[in-house]
């Protein structure tokens, strides 16, 4: 049978259009449930995250299962499911680094992610929370998986700071406090920064790329 010149076009498309997932299914990093995973932000916020707390990585969220696909659950514009595919390609040049819990093997057992599930759904879709402040009513990245991980399975990870802990003079870092807060700069109060998180010595370096 002879094809049309237009069925050889759909039918290159759709082979190419395979051959692309099933590249991107291959070349997605092997993760666990509960691994934790930072990137370099392109948000405009992202500069102003990296001179406060002198990190590289100003994003951070925390790998969930959904049917067995990972995905990452993130305090973005709001609480949300974002598969790991499309928040790795997010980030500046497409890198990222994930962390685990030393002894996740002994730790992250099937009761324990069960616990971290449970504890996502009371989360999902609040909005972010552009103050940074310690309520649940919003949320932000590096609050979102300290909590999750505090409240499910009692473990801290990384050191709360108070806001005048953190470099408030660098230009990014002033121009974001004058237009989230004013002159009402709340100097005392509890963050949780993803430098805290990613320097936590519960944590270990699983894949950096």
Request: net charge positive; charged share 25%; proline share 4%.
């Amino acid at each position: 049978m002879i094809l049309s010149k237009r069925l050889w076009v759909i039918l290159f498309l759709t082979i190419g259009l395979m051959t692309g997932l099933v590249t991107q299914a291959r070349d997605l990093p092997t993760v666990q449930e509960g691994d934790i995973i930072f990137h370099t932000s392109r948000s405009v916020q992202s500069l102003a995250i990296q001179q406060a707390t002198g990190s590289r990585y100003s994003h951070m969220g925390i790998i969930l299962l959904r049917d067995g696909k990972p995905y990452v659950f993130e305090a973005a514009a709001t609480v949300k499911y974002t598969p790991l595919a499309s928040w790795i390609d997010r980030g500046e040049k497409k890198q990222f680094v994930v962390k685990r819990l030393k002894n996740a093997e002994r730790i992250m057992t099937p009761s324990a992610q069960l616990k971290i599930r449970q504890q996502a759904k009371n989360f999902a879709d609040k909005p972010y929370d552009i103050r940074f402040s310690w309520s649940d009513e919003r949320l932000y990245c590096s609050e979102l998986v300290w909590k999750m991980y505090d409240r499910a399975l009692g473990i801290k990870i990384g050191e709360l700071q108070k806001v005048r802990e953190f470099n408030l003079n660098a230009p990014a870092v002033k121009q974001k406090l004058g237009e989230r807060y004013g002159t009402l700069i709340p100097w005392d109060a509890s963050v949780i920064s993803p430098k805290a998180m990613f320097e936590s010595p519960l944590l270990v370096t699983v894949i950096a790329n």
